[in-house]
């Protein structure tokens, strides 16, 4: 008993350090990768090790490979910092080591659970009758909305996908953006479709889908079963697909409209930026992240569907052993995995840290900082590429090649990071304002330095 208190309280110690060095040191690592990979290999010890050794030992040798990620002042890919209180929880939840597969073998685990779930769809605007499976990211999450939608639609043309499989059954055709997020195809490929059923639809300007041709895909495209992937969070440009337009157009032609929202989505959680996603609630399933703009440890995200019998009857987990199984759906039932952890204590945690105004004023604020940016190295003189409707922002140093080598002296400063992308064929820095502690000093002192390298 006291050994574990011990060996907590120093693994606690570790995270705060490190959490308190997040706002000062470099934000990329430079670290040599052989050195890196020096430092964990070496044979397994024959013998075990007292557990504060194997601490230290982890710490020591993971130290230099840190990326301060968590912090104030890192704009790559989509990335939040874990929260206090969710992080906390997290920490309890490995202390606790709860198996969140059903009720039976964790009530609390599925109770965090199912009250975080109602929240979150108040807060996105998703309706209450919608069941949610907590999932490692929005490619898991896309998986299951887009297997309850094969279900759904094979269904109604008289197949049975779960029994049968997909040999023989009729065809099913893809709508799909073509600037959606790259996990759709994966998910695709997974659930069997294979990405050749894809009818990409041209997008307009700030790469939302093209309402035009969406209708054009729905009245000439594949007739039969059919499923529509739109998306909320454009990941270069962070533009949202007209949802409504596109989902009353998909209803009046027939087919599953499933949303990729990942980051996108809280954009329903302000008063500000809700009008961006107006309409959502008329898809049949969501993919959300809670680990990028809501700020909460990975791995956090959700699979939302309209109709929780779908939902279950794609995914559902029943075995003899499994006392829980049989009632309504519920962990495991709604996900691709049978033993999991129990994620739900840090989403319930991080949600009542922040309340629903915390979440508004965090979306809010993070808009606000990608405004900022977009004007600070506007008037620094470089060109901003797309236009800042959400948290995302483009930046061109002129030719490709100057702007890879303005981003990779960015990097290597360490005063901030920023990663790079092709959009519409130019090489760009993406900007992304996803960190709850992210200031308008951080956001001045990384135009600066920005500005400097560039120069
Ligand atoms: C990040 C992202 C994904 C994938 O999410 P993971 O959490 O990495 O699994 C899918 N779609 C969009 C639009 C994203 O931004």
Redesign the pocket.
């Known amino acids: 008993m006291e050994d574990f208190r011990h060996l907590f309280r120093l693994a606690a110690d570790h995270a705060a350090d490190f959490r308190r060095s997040l706002s000062d040191r470099p934000v990329g690592v430079s670290v040599d990768r052989a050195v890196l990979a020096e430092a964990f290999t070496g044979p397994l010890p024959a013998a075990g090790r007292p557990p504060e050794q194997v601490l230290a030992d982890l710490v020591a040798a993971a130290e230099p490979g840190l990326v301060a990620s968590a912090g104030p002042r890192y704009f790559g890919?989509?990335v939040g910092g874990a929260s206090p209180a969710a992080t906390a929880a997290d920490i309890v939840a490995a202390g606790w080591d709860q198996l969140a597969t059903n009720a039976v073998s964790s009530p609390a685990a599925v109770a965090a659970e199912a009250a975080a779930g109602g929240w979150l769809k108040e807060l996105l605007g998703i309706p209450a009758s919608a069941s949610v499976g907590f999932v490692?990211?929005?490619?898991?999450a896309?998986t299951v909305g887009l297997a309850a939608a094969r279900h759904q639609v094979l269904a109604e043309a008289g197949w049975d996908v779960e029994r049968r499989g997909l040999l023989g059954a009729p065809p099913i055709g893809v709508i799909a953006g073509e600037e959606r997020?790259g996990?759709?195809d994966r998910s695709l490929r997974l659930l069997g479709l294979g990405t050749d059923l894809v009818h990409p639809v041209p997008a307009g300007p700030n790469g939302a889908i093209d309402l035009a041709s969406l209708r054009e895909a729905l009245r000439a495209g594949p007739s039969g079963p059919r499923i529509v992937c739109l998306?909320a969070?454009?990941?270069n440009t962070g533009a949202c697909d007209p949802l409504r337009e596109a989902c009353e157009l998909v209803r009046r032609h027939g087919g599953w409209v499933h949303v990729?929202g990942?980051?996108?989505l809280w954009a329903a959680a302000s008063p500000v930026t809700r009008h961006l996603v107006d309409g959502l609630e008329l898809a049949d399933s969501w993919?959300c992240?809670g680990?990028?703009w809501l700020n909460l440890p990975y791995d956090s995200?959700f699979a939302f569907c309209a109709r929780p019998d779908v939902h279950a009857a794609a995914m559902s987990y029943s075995a003899a052993y499994l006392v829980g199984s049989g009632g309504a759906p519920e962990g495991a039932d709604l996900t691709a995995e049978s033993s999991r952890r129990a994620r739900g204590f840090a989403v319930w945690a991080g949600l009542r840290e922040l309340g629903s105004g915390g979440v508004a004023a965090l979306v809010e604020r993070c808009c606000g900082l990608a405004r900022r940016f977009a004007a600070g190295l506007t008037a620094a003189g470089f060109e901003v590429a797309n236009e800042v409707v959400l948290n995302q922002v483009l930046v061109g140093f002129g030719d490709d090649a100057r702007t890879d080598r303005v981003v990779a002296a960015v990097q290597a400063d360490g005063t901030c990071w920023a990663g790079g992308t092709t959009w519409r064929g130019r090489r760009l820095m993406r900007i992304s304002v996803s960190n709850a502690t992210t200031t308008e000093a951080d956001v001045d002192r990384s135009v600066a330095a920005i500005t400097r390298l560039a120069g």
């Open positions: 890919f989509v490692t990211g929005a490619q898991a896309n997020h996990t759709v998306q969070g454009n990941v990729d990942a980051f996108g993919a992240d680990h990028k995200a």
